[in-house]
Antibody, heavy 124, light 110 residues
Framework: QVQLVQSGAEVKKPGASVKVSCKAS????????LHWVRQAPGQGLEWMGL????????KFAQKFQGWVTMTRDTSISTAYMELSRLTSDDTAMYYC?????????????????WGQGTLVTVSS | QSALTQPPSASGSPGQSVTISCTGT?????????VSWYQQHPGKAPKLMIY???KRPSGVPDRFSGSKSGNSASLTVSGLQAEDEADYYC??????????FGGGTRLTVL
């Protein structure tokens, strides 16, 4: 069965960086996009960006360009999201999510499996 | 990219139907048939309920249906059940490898 297992909760000081991992299993990792979505406490979902798990190409929401990095290690079917220059506004649950369809399908626009979330707390 | 507009709350009694709206622009909802809906229970990850405006993934009850007209999409939950109480989010492709979510609607089953 498809699973996305994320790394554990993090507490960071303002100005620091955080790197969250997302280990995939149960499907061919390189055939699907992995998206990253965050949710501040009590707030809605915010799409951050995606990585083509095959080529490593990335696309980011304009808001995150320049301060988020997304990478992957195909040998261990794991994707990473690193956010730098953290502020208290970055306190949120961070999710990875797999695209419903593979690159050849028309169903790349939907997120069918989600990780359990990684809580990142930014506090001095 | 601005978030899609959803009502903050909706409610209905068991067995009733409720419809949640999601309003965007011609650059997202109106420009593509790539609208999806997600259900999120407290403390849980979102779950895909509807994709491509009106299609249901395997395992999602047919009580859930979706539609779209112009720049707005809707999710209808028929035959409300207690377990439908959750937050619901719409999402749309917005072009140039960008996606946008709605602000979310808390559905209460009275």
């Amino acid at each position: 069965q498809v699973q996305l297992v994320q790394s554990g909760a993090e507490v960071k000081k303002p100005g620091a960086s955080v790197k969250v991992s997302c280990k995939a299993s149960g499907y061919t990792f390189t055939n699907y996009y992995l998206h990253w979505v965050r949710q501040a406490p009590g707030q809605g979902l915010e799409w951050m960006g995606l990585i083509n798990s095959n080529t490593g190409d990335t696309k980011f929401a304009q808001k995150f360009q320049g301060w988020v990095t997304m990478t992957r290690d195909t040998s261990i079917s794991t994707a990473y999201m690193e956010l730098s220059r953290l502020t208290s506004d970055d306190t949120a649950m961070y999710y990875c999510a797999k695209s419903l369809g593979d690159y050849a399908s028309g169903r790349v626009h939907y997120f069918d499996y989600w990780g359990q979330g990684t809580l990142v707390t930014v506090s001095s | 990219q601005s978030a899609l507009t959803q009502p903050p709350s909706a409610s209905g009694s068991p067995g009733q139907s409720v419809t949640i709206s999601c309003t965007g622009t011609s650059s997202d909802v109106g420009g593509y048939n790539y609208v999806s809906w997600y259900q999120q229970h407290p403390g849980k990850a979102p779950k895909l309920m509807i994709y491509e405006v009106s299609k249901r993934p395997s395992g999602v009850p047919d009580r859930f249906s979706g539609s779209k007209s112009g720049n707005s999409a809707s999710l209808t939950v028929s035959g409300l059940q207690a377990e439908d109480e959750a937050d619901y989010y719409c999402s749309s492709y917005a072009g140039s490898h960008n996606w946008v979510f709605g602000g979310g609607t808390r559905l209460t089953v009275l």
